[in-house]
């Protein structure tokens, strides 16, 4: 979080997204080995709309 503070603000949300897209994906691998396999997908569906969003972003600018 200090290193996307320090960024200005476009640069700090993509990062932001980022880095919740990669906590989001963690968490779907590690619910994968005991919870519901649709828990684990709309996760990992998740995960994938904000790297969508971040792909976005970086060709509007």
């Known amino acids: ?4 503070r320090e960024h ?3 640069e700090a949300i993509c990062q932001s997204l980022r ?9 779907a691998f590690e619910m ?3 919870d519901n396999a ?9 995960a994938a709309e904000l790297d ?3 792909t976005e972003m ?3 600018e």
């Open 1 to 4: 979080m200090t290193r996307v």
């Open 8 to 10: 200005r603000s476009d």
């Open 19 to 27: 880095a919740a897209s990669l906590l989001i994906e963690n968490a």
């Open 32 to 34: 994968a080995r005991h």
């Open 38 to 46: 649709k828990e684990v997908s709309r996760l990992i569906l998740t």
């Open 52 to 54: 969508r969003m971040v």
């Open 58 to 60: 970086e060709h509007e």
